[in-house]
């Protein structure tokens, strides 16, 4: 009995044995084959990643055509506007006419104004010209309305500070030849509590509505502090020329964006 127990065991091992060398020729078989089909036909491995490099390299190419062509749109813009802006040089407005200092800063669309008169801060926030459509209500008691609906004008918000930090604030339009008063308010800078800062302050009525008397009295207010139309025709001049350079420089700021 012992010796057919012996027997039983080495044929187990015998199978198990056989068993691994068979699983093992097989997968040299599997191995074999494999490496035949890919001696035959070495590009199926690498299509797929050719295929891809392939895909990448034309959007690329797409890429870099597109951004060179709008490049070249963006300089050819450059030089006109370049040309432009030669041909408009600036004027240095007289002492006496223009008692101003300009305050402008390269990229801002407002250049400010300011001086000192008989101890008022005088502060005038200047922009770019505008369009006439949305003054049109404003101009409709001038008689020459009609007119200088054709023409171009300037935003202007005026501020005059009193030494107590009272302050009357103007809404302008500055035309060619004469400045239209929009509104005004009067601000207090030094507000005692944010309860008073958030509450609605009362700003008068439409300045159309004021008495004529009144509405002439606040003009000839504004053109003694030095808001007259020389002031703004010459102004009218320099923010032309700004929105000119601004042009410019924003075309080269696009165009340092494309080629990064």
Not at 36 to 46: I, K, R, V
Not at 185 to 195: A, F, L, R, T, Y
Not at 241 to 251: A, C, G, M, N, V
Request: with cysteine; net charge negative; charged share 30%.
């Amino acid at each position: 009995m012992v010796f057919a127990s012996c027997i039983r065991r080495s044929a187990s091992r015998l199978a198990s044995v056989c068993g691994r060398v068979a699983r093992s020729q097989a997968i040299s078989a599997a191995v074999v084959v494999n490496r035949s089909s890919l001696a035959h036909n070495p590009s199926s491995l690498l299509r797929p990643f050719g295929s891809r490099s392939l895909l990448y390299s034309t959007d690329t190419n797409d890429r870099l055509k597109s951004d060179q062509t709008l490049i070249q749109v963006i300089d050819a813009e450059i030089k006109d506007a370049f040309d432009a802006d030669v041909q408009g040089e600036d004027e240095t407005p007289g002492s006496g006419d223009f008692p101003f200092k300009i305050e402008d800063n390269p990229g801002h669309r407002t250049v400010t104004l300011t001086r000192e008169y008989n101890g008022e801060q005088i502060r005038v926030e200047v922009s770019m010209p505008g369009s006439m459509d949305e003054h049109e209500d404003g101009m409709d008691d001038n008689e020459d309305g009609d007119e200088k609906v054709n023409e171009t004008s300037i935003p202007l918000v005026v501020t005059v500070t009193k030494k107590s930090g009272l302050s009357l604030e103007f809404s302008c339009t500055a035309f060619p030849d004469a400045i239209v008063i929009d509104g005004l308010s009067v601000n207090h800078s030094d507000k005692s509590s944010e309860e008073e800062e958030e509450q609605l302050t009362y700003d008068g009525p439409d300045f159309q509505e004021l008495d004529e008397n009144m509405r002439k009295s606040f003009h000839k207010f504004l053109e003694a502090r030095g808001i007259k139309p020389s002031v703004t025709d010459f102004m009218h001049e320099y923010m032309m020329k700004k929105d000119s350079r601004e042009y410019l420089l924003w075309l080269k700021n696009l165009k340092n964006f494309i080629q990064e």
